[in-house]
Nanobody, 121 residues
Framework: VQLQASGGGLVQAGGSLRLSCAAS????????MAWFRQTPGKERDFVAF????????DYVDSVKGRFTISRDNAKDTVYLQMSSLKPGDTAVYYC???????????????WGQGTQVTVSS
């Protein structure tokens, strides 16, 4: 199983980035997907969730209205469109996959390698 995250980078406050996470080795359409983020010395925190079919999404309150999670089951890829970025969004972002629905807990069996997002003020 491999989850390959990409799309991170350095952006000014107010800017946008789109993260991608390409999955291989799993039947992607049968997996719920999520994004988490982590800063040094802190736990990995939930950011966004999307169910297998894409019909259910959930976000941490701090990103609601600014971030959008989506997926393309034909491409085995999940995305996180991030807009109106703030310095507080700076973190390493991880994608995660799980067959059963477990929206906000970090108890996911499969994780990507992480992609750094840095938002400058």
């Amino acid at each position: 199983v491999q989850l390959q995250a990409s799309g991170g980078g350095l952006v000014q406050a107010g800017g946008s980035l789109r993260l991608s996470c390409a999955a291989s080795g799993i039947p992607f359409s049968m997996y719920n997907m999520a994004w988490f983020r982590q800063t040094p010395g802190k736990e990995r925190d939930f950011v966004a969730f999307i169910a297998k079919s894409g019909g259910l999404t959930d976000y941490v309150d701090s990103v609601k209205g600014r971030f959008t999670i989506s997926r393309d089951n034909a491409k085995d890829t999940v995305y996180l469109q991030m807009s109106s970025l703030k310095p507080g969004d700076t973190a390493v972002y991880y994608c995660a996959a799980r067959m059963t629905q477990n929206i906000r807990s970090a108890d996911y069996p499969y994780w990507g390698q992480g992609t750094q997002v840095t938002v400058s003020s």
